[in-house]
């Protein structure tokens, strides 16, 4: 995988625009050049109508080369969203893409444990889908407070202790072969009940020694839950990559309104505010200050 800050404007034409859950949306958009070369990680900054005068940036949730398709997970919040939500197939627009730095292919032999909530699953599920194709074991959590965007069904994997009753997966993972589970703070049947990080703590305290030194934590989410979860993955001196959710005016770097506090690699105590779309979205999870953000 090759870091990649390149884009280009790109016409996109809506395949379809799925309603799934509440204010929760599937976006799957024709755009040939932007879907073969999108990566885990990348997102992309689209024109949501004529009457705003700023793009507004997606991570990509999926992207078939062959069909020229990409798909986008996301959820309505603002006029933007708003505007895509009567987005009809055949509806045209353009975009800017694929934009940041996606993640990193882990070295050989590592094993992979994949932390979401909520919009945040988006990255995650491409890259959980990609490991499998390179040959890695990936375990994805998502923490949910709303009602499942996605098909959940009786996990065949074990995960972990089995912390709950009959736990429930993601049927888009199951049927890869992909183990997964789903956290959420109010009591809900299958779910592990209390915060994703807690049951991520509980999944790394089962492993053996010889699996958790192996084990690199991702993460994409609310900022809060990142948080918790890079304390968990700093309890366990484990190492790993977060994609970080920031709000971009320009998409390329040239506004500096996404800037998030970064350690600085040569220098073990100096850190910097670090551009999101252009230097991230994917950081090393021992390099962001999380305490700052």
């Known amino acids: 995988m090759c870091d990649s800050v390149y884009s280009q404007q790109s016409e996109a034409v809506v395949i379809c625009n ?40 997606f991570s990509i949730m999926d992207s078939d080369p062959g069909l020229g398709t990409i798909d986008i997970f996301y959820q309505v919040v603002g006029d933007g969203t708003e505007y895509m939500r009567g987005w009809q197939a055949g ?67 074990e995960v972990g202790p089995e912390m709950v009753v009959d736990p429930l997966a993601l049927a888009r993972l199951e049927q890869l072969d992909i183990p997964s589970r789903v956290a959420s703070l109010e009591p809900k049947p299958g779910f592990f009940q209390g915060y994703v990080s807690t049951l991520a703590k509980e999944i790394l305290l089962d492993m053996s020694t010889t699996v958790l030194n192996k084990t690199d934590i991702y993460l994409c989410g609310p900022t809060p839950m990142m948080q918790a979860a890079a304390r968990v993955a700093k309890e366990f001196n484990l190492g790993g990559q977060a994609s970080l959710e920031e709000h971009m005016a320009c998409g390329f770097g040239g506004c500096a309104g996404c800037v998030a506090p970064i350690k600085e690699p040569e220098d073990a105590g100096g850190w910097n505010y670090r551009r999101v779309c252009t230097e991230g979205p994917v950081f090393p999870l021992d390099a962001v200050l999380w305490d700052k953000l």
């Open 18 to 57: 799925q309603h799934l859950v509440d204010n929760k949306y599937l976006l799957r958009l024709q755009v040939e050049d932007i879907a073969l070369k999108a990566e885990p990680g990348h997102f992309v900054h689209l024109n949501c109508h004529p009457s705003l005068t700023l793009p507004r940036p």
């Open 91 to 157: 509806h045209r627009t353009t975009m800017l893409g694929p934009l940041g730095r996606p993640f990193r292919r882990p070295e050989s032999g590592r094993k992979a444990l994949l932390i979401a909530g909520g919009i945040g699953y988006a990255p995650l599920d491409f890259f959980a889908r990609r490991l499998k194709i390179w040959g890695f074991d990936a375990t994805l959590l998502l923490g949910l407070e709303a009602a499942p965007p996605f098909a959940l069904i009786a996990s065949s994997r």
